[in-house]
């Protein structure tokens, strides 16, 4: 059972525009979810987070936007850039035991082109 | 220069071997947890712990044995018992309480043939 689901596993986008990755959730009792960009051959990297009770924070170029009723969360690139190629991972828990135990979704491939 | 230290990098073993894969912090993290990922999956928990001396078993834990013994190590044993032990194995910490994200390693792949 997915509970954090990437359906595009490849995004390609020139240089300049804008990158928009997308990830839902079926578990509810999420109230905290991160990015993280993963390079091959490396380990992943925590990019920026957001918790239930806001819909976007901002870090830079990166923007996510979490719309709770529709269980969906998106992460912009603005402006994309071709060291933003990597895979980026979703991720989600539940922070009521002050604990993290991250569910990740199983990632999208960006490729950005000059 | 804190982080998260695994090793190796690459590593073979024949089938029925056991082999156990490295991980340490100089973050000063509480938990620590490790995940394996394998080509179009997401990464999946194997164990985590909270505390020297505790750990927990993640939604992956067949086969696969830790420890706790320092704060700063966490050793996984991949035994002959996992069905398919070839992956890329992460290790990671973090602080307790909070919003505090993970820190990965590099990650070891693993090759058993």
């Known amino acids: 059972d997915q509970q954090v689901k990437q359906n595009s596993p490849s995004l390609s986008v020139q240089e300049g525009r804008i990158s928009i990755l997308n990830c839902d959730y079926t578990?509810?009792?999420?109230?905290?979810f991160l990015w993280y960009k993963k390079y091959p051959a490396e380990g992943p990297t925590f990019l920026i987070s957001?918790?239930?009770?806001?819909d976007k924070n901002e870090d830079g170029r990166f923007t996510v936007f979490l719309n709770k009723s529709a269980k969906h969360l998106s992460l912009h690139i603005v402006p994309s850039q071709p060291g933003d190629s990597a895979v980026y991972f979703c991720?989600?828990?539940?922070?009521?035991?002050?604990?993290?135990?991250?569910?990740f979704g199983t990632g999208t491939r960006l490729l950005v082109s000059p | 220069d804190g982080g998260i230290t695994q090793s190796p990098k690459y590593l073979f073993r024949k089938e029925g071997q056991n082999v156990t894969l490295s991980c340490e912090q100089n973050?000063?993290?509480?938990?620590m947890y490790w995940y394996r990922q394998d080509p179009g999956q997401g990464l999946r928990l194997i164990y985590y712990?909270?505390?020297?001396?505790?750990?927990q078993k993640g939604d992956i834990a067949e086969g696969y044995s830790v420890s706790r013994e320092k704060k700063e190590s966490f050793p996984l044993t991949v035994t002959s018992a996992q069905k398919n032990p070839t992956a890329f194995y992460l290790c990671?910490?973090?602080?307790?309480?909070?919003?505090?994200?993970?820190?990965f390693g590099n990650g070891t792949r693993l090759t058993v043939t």
């Open positions: 990671a910490s973090s602080m307790i309480g909070g919003n505090s994200p993970l820190h």
């Open positions: 578990n509810s009792m999420f109230d905290y």
């Open positions: 957001i918790s239930s009770i806001k």
């Open positions: 991720a989600a828990s539940t922070l009521n035991t002050g604990f993290q135990k991250l569910v």
């Open positions: 973050l000063n993290h509480d938990a």
């Open positions: 712990s909270q505390i020297v001396n505790d750990f």
